[in-house]
Protein backbone atom coordinates (compact mmCIF):
# COMPACT_ATOMS: atom_id res chain seq x y z
CA UNK A 1 0.00 0.00 0.00
CA UNK A 2 1.18 3.70 -1.15
CA UNK A 3 1.96 6.81 1.13
CA UNK A 4 -0.91 9.21 0.14
CA UNK A 5 -0.46 12.54 0.11
CA UNK A 6 -3.53 14.58 0.38
CA UNK A 7 -3.76 18.88 0.01
CA UNK A 8 -6.09 20.57 2.62
CA UNK A 9 -6.74 24.21 1.98
CA UNK A 10 -7.04 26.48 5.40
CA UNK A 11 -7.85 29.66 6.68
CA UNK A 12 -3.64 31.67 6.82
CA UNK A 13 -5.07 33.12 10.04
CA UNK A 14 -5.19 29.28 11.58
CA UNK A 15 -2.23 28.09 10.29
CA UNK A 16 -0.16 28.98 13.48
CA UNK A 17 -3.45 27.18 15.64
CA UNK A 18 -3.27 24.35 13.10
CA UNK A 19 0.45 23.34 13.31
CA UNK A 20 0.37 23.78 17.31
CA UNK A 21 -2.57 21.45 17.52
CA UNK A 22 -2.36 17.85 17.15
CA UNK A 23 -6.13 17.77 14.95
CA UNK A 24 -6.81 18.15 11.20
CA UNK A 25 -9.00 20.61 10.38
CA UNK A 26 -11.75 20.25 7.37
CA UNK A 27 -11.65 23.13 5.21
CA UNK A 28 -15.35 24.26 4.99
CA UNK A 29 -15.84 21.98 1.89
CA UNK A 30 -19.19 24.58 0.55
CA UNK A 31 -16.37 26.85 -0.49
CA UNK A 32 -15.98 24.42 -3.15
CA UNK A 33 -19.29 24.21 -5.04
CA UNK A 34 -17.91 22.47 -7.86
CA UNK A 35 -15.42 20.11 -6.44
CA UNK A 36 -16.10 15.89 -6.31
CA UNK A 37 -14.32 15.77 -2.68
CA UNK A 38 -16.88 17.58 -1.38
CA UNK A 39 -18.17 14.76 1.35
CA UNK A 40 -16.65 14.71 4.60
CA UNK A 41 -17.76 11.29 5.75
CA UNK A 42 -15.82 9.87 2.26
CA UNK A 43 -12.73 12.07 2.96
CA UNK A 44 -12.29 10.98 6.74
CA UNK A 45 -12.92 7.07 5.48
CA UNK A 46 -9.96 7.53 2.87
CA UNK A 47 -7.18 9.32 4.84
CA UNK A 48 -5.44 6.35 6.41
CA UNK A 49 -2.95 6.49 9.08
CA UNK A 50 0.76 7.21 7.70
CA UNK A 51 -0.81 9.33 5.23
CA UNK A 52 0.83 12.85 4.61
CA UNK A 53 -1.19 16.12 4.79
CA UNK A 54 -0.03 18.98 3.42
CA UNK A 55 -1.88 22.79 4.41
CA UNK A 56 -1.84 24.19 0.95
CA UNK A 57 -3.63 26.72 -0.57
CA UNK A 58 -3.03 27.71 -4.50
CA UNK A 59 -1.93 30.98 -5.87
CA UNK A 60 -4.26 32.23 -9.23
CA UNK A 61 -1.84 34.42 -10.31
CA UNK A 62 1.24 32.51 -10.35
CA UNK A 63 -0.52 29.14 -10.37
CA UNK A 64 1.62 27.85 -7.57
CA UNK A 65 0.66 25.86 -5.00
CA UNK A 66 2.15 26.42 -1.40
CA UNK A 67 2.30 24.09 1.42
CA UNK A 68 2.47 26.25 4.59
CA UNK A 69 1.99 22.94 7.17
CA UNK A 70 3.22 19.50 6.46
CA UNK A 71 1.31 16.76 8.74
CA UNK A 72 1.49 12.67 8.81
CA UNK A 73 -1.48 11.20 10.55
CA UNK A 74 -0.40 9.24 13.77
CA UNK A 75 -3.50 8.01 14.76
CA UNK A 76 -7.39 7.87 13.88
CA UNK A 77 -10.75 6.73 15.91
CA UNK A 78 -14.43 7.26 14.37
CA UNK A 79 -14.01 11.00 15.11
CA UNK A 80 -10.86 12.27 15.16
CA UNK A 81 -7.93 12.26 13.26
CA UNK A 82 -4.63 13.00 15.00
CA UNK A 83 -1.45 14.65 13.32
CA UNK A 84 2.00 15.74 13.93
CA UNK A 85 2.58 18.69 12.27
CA UNK A 86 5.60 20.42 11.01
CA UNK A 87 6.43 23.76 9.16
CA UNK A 88 8.43 23.18 6.07
CA UNK A 89 10.97 25.74 6.26
CA UNK A 90 11.17 27.42 2.95
CA UNK A 91 7.29 26.83 2.46
CA UNK A 92 7.09 24.15 -0.29
CA UNK A 93 5.81 24.97 -3.63
CA UNK A 94 3.97 22.98 -6.00
CA UNK A 95 3.27 23.78 -9.62
CA UNK A 96 0.44 21.84 -10.98
CA UNK A 97 0.70 21.34 -14.63
CA UNK A 98 -1.92 23.28 -16.81
CA UNK A 99 -4.08 20.37 -18.56
CA UNK A 100 -5.77 19.44 -15.19
CA UNK A 101 -3.78 20.53 -12.17
CA UNK A 102 -4.35 24.40 -12.13
CA UNK A 103 -8.17 23.26 -12.18
CA UNK A 104 -8.23 20.42 -9.48
CA UNK A 105 -5.71 23.18 -7.32
CA UNK A 106 -8.38 25.48 -7.93
CA UNK A 107 -11.41 23.64 -7.56
CA UNK A 108 -11.11 21.19 -4.95
CA UNK A 109 -10.51 22.72 -1.48
CA UNK A 110 -9.18 18.50 -0.33
CA UNK A 111 -7.40 16.46 -2.95
CA UNK A 112 -5.33 13.24 -2.72
CA UNK A 113 -2.36 14.06 -5.01
CA UNK A 114 -2.12 10.96 -7.75
CA UNK A 115 0.83 9.26 -8.36
CA UNK A 116 2.65 10.81 -11.36
CA UNK A 117 2.37 14.70 -9.57
CA UNK A 118 3.51 13.29 -6.09
CA UNK A 119 6.53 12.21 -7.80
CA UNK A 120 6.72 14.98 -9.89
CA UNK A 121 7.04 17.26 -6.39
CA UNK A 122 9.20 14.70 -4.45
CA UNK A 123 6.55 14.30 -1.82
CA UNK A 124 7.80 10.88 -0.55
CA UNK A 125 11.31 12.69 -0.07
CA UNK A 126 10.50 15.54 1.30
CA UNK A 127 7.77 14.28 3.89
CA UNK A 128 10.78 11.83 4.61
CA UNK A 129 13.29 14.83 5.34
CA UNK A 130 10.99 16.81 7.21
CA UNK A 131 10.00 13.91 9.46
CA UNK A 132 13.44 12.15 9.90
CA UNK A 133 14.06 14.13 12.80
CA UNK A 134 10.97 12.46 14.36
CA UNK A 135 10.19 15.47 16.36
Known sequence: ???????????????TSILRSDELPFPGLSK????????FEKIFEDI??????????????SEIGIAKGIGQVIAKNNVKITMHWKKPIPSLSLTPDIPGGVTVWSTEGVFCFDIQPAKRYKLDAQTKKLFASGV
Not at 32 to 39: E, G, L, Q, R
Not at 48 to 61: E, P, Q, S, V, Y
Open 32 to 39: WPTAKNNS
Open 48 to 61: KIGDFILLANFDRT
Open 1 to 15: MRTKFWRFAYEDNEL
